[in-house]
């Protein structure tokens, strides 16, 4: 590797092509650092995949020669081992290791290492009430080691208030939040959504809903689907489009109950996990986010800066986002109730002008605030500033 670039050894459990929230966000911020003299390379999981570039972003999948059961002990077992041989044996090809969980034993296990191997260490805490904040013994074991050996980032304002009241000190924790490719996810005219929906197959006299993301009950699916019978009775029209995969059989039965229960299969599509996000959202009508628990939500970035009016419940992250009667729709989170949800929703799509002034504003407020060259240049800071043993300020 080059001598005058400064290395970044990123470890994730998860990456392309099995992204999650966190994972994407990282490659875009790889991708944009790509031809800075900041070089990142993933180290993650060998799940099947073959790929070992992404956007010219190098992947090095572990271990070397074995596919990995993705939810099996012995597999994380092997995992663990894996990672902390790669840094030892490659420990001179990088001067920081950036985690992007510190949920997992992998993380606690990877830290220890790094910092016996005298590297620089980087956390991120993407997920409010996550990593830190749980009451079990390992999240308290984690919670002391990060605080002591680790800079911390935080992207939202719960987040960081996290890490204030948890006494982490000042200089080692970090506030950059998530930032979306403002070329990519744009608003687009009449003429060219309806061009949109005709080649993804959707109905132009129909308004579309859309969620995307995790279908499982923290991002508040089940209470989506409850509302749909009431939202139909007043816009026949309506369906809703759900992007993502269930998080478990279970909790896909469930859903599927309610749907059968109401009689409500036809008005909603499951489109699974899908690469044109950008289209769906370009040919939809309002975002829909009733989700419980966040860090700050690429869906709702990237649904904004399509200027898509969004209906959300007022929790940490989202708040950083939107502001109520603004750029959005926000519902007091203890208000928690279907009919109450399809009726705000109901009322927002028959009011055009409304939904004009939301979209607009919502578009502004990515576009000032969230733009993925910016967000990127703030991790070229700290990571500069790491390597030079600085502060980040």
Known sequence: MDDDKINVCMISLNYYPNFSGPDLQAHRVNRSLNNSNINIFVVTRNLGSRENSLDEVIIYRLPRKRV???????????????????????????????????????AIFTLIAGCLLRKQIVVKNSLARGAFFKNSIRKKINLTVFKKYAHVISISSETRDELINANFREGRTVFIPNGIEL??????????????????????????????????????????????????????????????????????????????????????????????????????????????????PNSLLEAMATSLPAVCFSIGGVTDIVVNDFNGILINNKLRDPKKLATIIVSLLKDKEKIDYLAKNAMLSIKEKYNIIEIANKYKKLYIALASKKEYL
């Open 68 to 106: 990995l059961k993705k939810d099996s002990r012995s597999s994380l077992i092997i995992w663990i081992l894996s990672v902390i041989y790669y840094l030892i044996k490659n420990r001179k090809k990088y001067q920081i290791v950036h985690l992007l969980s510190g949920y997992t034993y992998s």
């Open 183 to 296: 070329n990519r996810f744009s608003p687009v005219k009449f003429e060219e959504k309806n061009k949109i929906k005709k080649k993804l197959f959707l109905d132009k006299t129909k308004k579309y809903g859309i969620f995307v993301g995790g279908l499982n009950e923290r991002k508040g699916i089940d209470l989506l689907t409850e509302s749909i019978k009431y939202i139909i009775d007043k816009i026949p029209n309506f369906q809703l489009l759900l992007l993502g995969n269930f998080s478990n059989i279970s909790f896909k039965k469930r859903i599927f109950h309610i749907l059968e229960k109401n009689n409500i299969k036809e008005y909603v599509i499951f489109l699974g996990r899908r690469e044109n996000v950008s289209d769906f959202l370009k040919a939809s009508d309002i975002f829909l986010f009733p989700s419980l628990r966040e860090g700050l």
